[in-house]
């Protein structure tokens, strides 16, 4: 069985689609798949599916929501087969499993390719880290569930993975800039900057790969826009750090042949989903395995204008 979540929801068996086309349903298996061999319990798929407004008769309806996805499931096995639907969609006490493979998953896959990508950094293997990254980022189509109605469980897994793309995405900027490659970078951090106008790192990344392209005036302008808006949005200056940086590069201080240092973020090894009830936690929360500061290590020539850990 595959399984794709990071965009269209879309699930086949034997090269049959079992997508179901009605919107709890769908809830469902996008529940049970984000934690795929693991039980999700009853009252954490009422929680999705109604809130805190469940119909008098709950539990029979979603005994009929798990019954159509088995009767999808069971369309798509091979006639004879010795595996039946409730062996992949399997009952446990008080919840449900999706009995696949961890690769079957789409976010299974990614979180792989993430740690591996973050392996790779910590032994400065960073030829192999960016493509980690890269093929980690590929898995996405789209927004995480692009086409699913989302309850409150489903919101913060939305939320957790689109916030894990970010931070994935300014890490294998982070390490591509200290591979050299800053022109290939450029108009990717473009449209982030502007996505994204209050995200200092990724400005940061902006910053200083303009400048290694010979561009000192508009990574000057990439600051001003950042402080213009912050001031405007939020009341505050940039940090520090990220007015070091202007300063270094208003004075032409900056090392070209300095490398970033690159921030690594981990995704949570067991879904929030898991839980039944209250405590679902923050969004983004745990993605963050260290914080060595702003993602470019930018040395001087001289003075203390450069970022330093």
């Given at each position: ?19 179901p ?21 009853v009252p ?20 009929t ?72 980022l ?26 894990s793309?970010l931070?994935?995405?300014e890490?294998?900027i ?16 473009t ?68 490398s ?20 679902w ?29």
């Amino acid at each position: 069985m595959s399984i794709r979540l990071l965009g269209e929801l879309n699930a086949t068996l034997n090269g049959r689609s079992v997508t179901p086309t009605a919107a709890k349903p769908r809830q469902v298996l996008a529940l049970l798949a984000l934690s795929a061999g693991r039980i999700v319990s009853v009252p954490t798929l009422i929680e999705e599916l109604w809130g805190d407004r469940p119909p008098m008769s709950v539990r029979t309806t979603l005994q009929t929501y798990i019954l159509q996805l088995r009767r999808l499931i069971d369309s798509a096995l091979p006639v004879g087969s010795r595996i039946r639907a409730k062996d992949v969609l399997v009952t446990r006490f008080d919840g449900y499993l999706l009995d696949v493979a961890p690769e079957d998953v789409d976010v299974r896959v990614y979180e792989q390719l993430v740690d591996a990508g973050n392996r790779a950094i910590e032994e400065a293997e960073y030829e192999a880290a960016s493509k980690y990254l890269g093929m980690a980022l590929a898995q996405w189509q789209g927004h995480a569930l692009a086409d699913v109605r989302v309850g409150m469980p489903l919101s913060i897994e939305v939320a957790r993975l689109e916030e894990s793309r970010l931070n994935v995405l300014e890490s294998r900027i982070g390490v591509d800039i200290r591979l050299g490659r800053h022109y290939a970078v450029l108009s990717e951090l473009t449209v982030l900057t502007a996505k994204h106008p209050m995200h200092e790192n990724l400005c940061a990344h902006h910053m200083v790969s303009l400048y290694r392209a010979g561009r000192q005036s508009q990574a000057l302008e990439v600051f001003r826009t950042l402080r213009e808006t912050l001031n405007k949005e939020l009341g505050v200056e940039p940090s520090t750090r990220l007015q070091n940086l202007q300063q270094a590069v208003l004075r032409s201080e900056l090392d070209l042949d300095a490398s970033p240092l690159v921030r690594q973020y981990r995704t949570p090894p067991v879904p929030a989903v898991v839980t039944s009830g209250s405590g679902w936690g923050t969004p983004g929360e745990g993605l963050m395995a260290e914080d060595p500061g702003v993602p470019a290590h930018i040395v001087t020539r001289n003075g203390d204008a450069g970022w330093r850990r």
